[in-house]
């Protein structure tokens, strides 16, 4: 019988079993055994002692620090072609960079990245008329070759008309392995200008028994893929898929070992897709990138605060508007409230894209500071555009909304509301408000409403005529 090159280990005690079972027979804990390669394979595979380095490669292992070069991380950088990720990337890739792209399955994750090829090509045929000598692969574990093919022929019919599938040529090459020992073989070889690894979960390696995409074929997988593009220096994505509760339950065991962790969000039936960052080594980790998603695929959204708002040309009440900071962008987005008369004894409280404990906190704060009788109606808010907001300085806004949709009294055009509101009422600074104040008047808002021009909620909504409540409610 051949020797097992694997074991299984429990994350919760680090017992190790021969075998898979649910229960670890040790601690007693349910589904926490992993598979990993067995100590004695992991010696033959790369272990070396310490104690065997020669003169020549001590001298390379160590760097004393004034000899230490320092990196031009900006003029390294290469541009991926798309804005919105070149900014979440932190101003592009870099050479042996590793981004893992995680994301719910059918998000646009494979579509992003197919774009971003072709958007390289195409600034690559423009500069140097040819691209013979570019190479990209792409691992087409989820999809088939003919079936990216689609998807890249519907966006040059829509995008690039000049710019036809011939031209592609071979620099783009599909793999069409699930064996990732094959295909680190390939890497090898033919050393890749870009790596695409689309997805992670659909690559396995033979050392270990587990079926692919299991949390210790992940691991293993990522470990190996890893240290060979580091090795050769090959920019990589990495496309991780992650439950719809948000957990990136496969991917995140291999979050320390990459560069990068991008997570593309939204929701399916919205049009809205937020690329974050949520790790970066090599840039800030504030960043978003914003697309909108297109029959043909993701169109970049450059100027977002005109996605955000909606009523601004009409007057409504209950609308109000406010500004976000998203990374270091400033965003106009239009919030409402909608007040009604409860029927229930504990009046209803719903948010789409606020939190609840929010809106408790702020119908609280009225009723108490500002005396409107919050306590018999159900209030529901929600930012336009499918937007999340979860940044103290939408409070002004929210409040002001929630005081015109009860009042039946609506809120002065071109006006823009920054500003959080404490306990007591008080309306308070938020970070970054010159910047704010600058995206609202390059828009036309007329007149911002915040710290600056009041102190505290009651007379505030005193000033806008807000006090008060119509009759027929
Ligand atoms: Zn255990």
Redesign the pocket.
């Known amino acids: 019988m051949a020797k097992a090159k694997s074991l299984f280990r429990?994350?919760?005690?680090?017992?190790t079993f021969p075998k898979w079972m649910g229960q670890?027979?040790?601690?007693?804990?349910w589904n926490?055994?992993v598979e990993e390669i067995t100590p004695a394979e992991e010696t033959t595979r790369r272990l070396r002692t310490n104690n065997s380095l020669s003169e020549e490669e001590i001298s390379k292992k160590r760097v004393v620090f004034s000899q230490v070069k320092r990196s031009n991380a900006a003029k390294q950088r290469f541009s991926t072609s798309i804005g919105e990720l070149d900014r979440v990337l932190g101003g592009g890739l870099v050479e042996g960079m590793v981004v893992l792209l995680g994301g719910e399955p059918g998000i646009g994750k494979s579509t992003l990245l197919t774009q971003m090829i072709l958007q390289i090509m195409l600034e690559r045929k423009k500069a140097v008329k040819k691209m013979d000598d570019l190479k990209i692969f792409y691992v087409a574990g989820e999809e088939s070759p003919s079936q990216i093919s689609l998807r890249i022929d519907r966006f040059l019919d829509n995008e690039h008309n000049t710019y036809s599938r011939e031209e592609i040529g071979e620099s783009l090459v599909f793999i069409t392995t699930t064996d990732a020992d094959e295909l680190n073989f390939l890497i090898k070889k033919e050393k890749p200008d870009l790596l695409i690894v689309d997805s992670i979960q659909s690559l396995s390696t033979s050392f270990l028994t587990g079926a692919s995409g299991s949390v210790g074929q992940i691991r293993e997988v990522a470990d190996r893929i890893i240290n060979t593009v580091k090795a050769f220096g090959i920019p990589t994505f990495l496309i991780g898929h992650i439950t719809k509760d948000g957990v990136i339950a496969g991917p995140k065991v291999f979050e320390h070992m990459v560069d990068t962790v991008l997570l593309l969000e939204g929701e399916r039936s919205d049009q809205l897709r937020i690329l974050r960052s949520l790790k970066n080594r090599f840039g800030a980790t504030d960043e978003v990138g914003l697309f909108q998603s297109e029959d043909y695929g993701l169109r970049e959204i450059s100027n977002p605060s005109e996605l955000f708002l909606e009523n601004t040309n009409q007057m409504v009440t209950g609308a109000a508007t406010v500004c976000l900071m998203e990374g270091t962008r400033p965003l106009l987005a239009e919030v409402q409230a909608l007040v009604v008369k409860s029927q229930l004894a504990m009046p209803r409280r719903v948010g789409r894209g606020v939190d609840l404990a929010r809106i408790q906190v702020l119908s609280a704060v009225l009723q108490k500071h500002a005396q409107l009788p919050l306590a018999f109606y159900d209030i529901f808010l929600s930012v336009a555009g499918g937007f999340r907001i979860k940044e103290a300085s939408v409070d002004l806004g929210l409040a002001v909304s929630i005081a015109s949709s009860l009042s039946g009294k609506k809120i002065p055009q071109s006006t823009v509301f920054i500003g959080e509101i404490g306990l007591l009422g008080e309306i308070r600074k938020s970070p970054y408000f010159e910047r704010r104040a600058k995206e609202a008047r390059r828009l036309g808002f007329e007149k911002i409403i915040s710290r600056e021009t009041h102190r505290d909620i009651r007379s505030l909504l005193k000033d806008l005529n807000l006090l008060g409540k119509e009759k027929q409610l």
């Open positions: 429990c994350q919760n005690c680090a017992a670890c027979g040790e601690c007693g804990s926490t055994l």
